[in-house]
């Protein structure tokens, strides 16, 4: 059973508009959550995140929300741009487990210009 | 300064044969980790090493072992592969065990076994 789900396998938005890609866990002990992007044939790298005591942070283009009590976060980006296009994976880790950071599934994410 | 280094990017190997993928990175970083990622399933913990000396199993252990060799590296190796095993293997490094901070990953190995 999933503990970090990404319903949406897809997303396709125009170039300019913005984006929500969104995250569900079970979990309520988590207390950290981490957005990592992918482009194919490389690594994820790390784009934003968020502490539990936190209900919002910005970085640029990027917000990420965190609803605590709907076990709910979701990315914006804002305007989105052709090379946003990506997979997009939500992580989640615990206070006393930071090494054991569980991975959502992904979101694949098409800016069409 | 390469970040995390895998190798290699690519192996076939049959079922019952044995390989190690290696991994190293040059951030000085003290946590390493392994993951697999499968489609639909996200990337899955393998094994992790906060710190040189130590090792622990992650989600998904059964089928593999690691060996954190020193400070920048750390193997893993497949001492009879199955097709189960067939995946994209990761490995990613953090600078600080038992903090909030990010991981770095290398750019994988995709391994398929017939």
Known sequence: DQQVK?????????E?????LNCDYT???????????KYPAEGPTFLISISSIKDKNEDGRFTVFLNKSAKHLSLHIVPSQ???SAVYFCA????????KVIFGPGTSLSVIP | NAG??????????????SMTLQCAQDMNHNSMYWYRQD????????????SEGTTDKGEVPNGYNVSRL????????????????????????????GEYNEQFFGPGTRLTVL
């Open chain 1, 6 to 14: 990404q319903n949406s396998p897809s997303l396709s938005v125009q």
């Open chain 1, 16 to 20: 300019g508009r913005i984006s929500i």
């Open chain 1, 27 to 37: 979990n309520s002990m988590f207390d950290y959550f981490l957005w990592y992007k």
């Open chain 1, 82 to 84: 052709p090379g946003d």
């Open chain 1, 92 to 99: 989640a880790s615990l206070k006393t487990s930071y090494d």
């Open chain 2, 4 to 17: 995390v280094t895998q190798t290699p990017k690519f192996q076939v190997l049959k079922t019952g044969q």
């Open chain 2, 39 to 50: 489609p639909g399933m996200g990337l899955r913990l393998i094994y992790y090493s906060a």
């Open chain 2, 70 to 97: 020193n400070k920048r590296e750390f193997s893993l190796r497949l001492e009879s592969a199955a097709p189960s095993q067939t995946s994209v293997y990761f490995c990613a490094s953090r600078r600080l065990a």
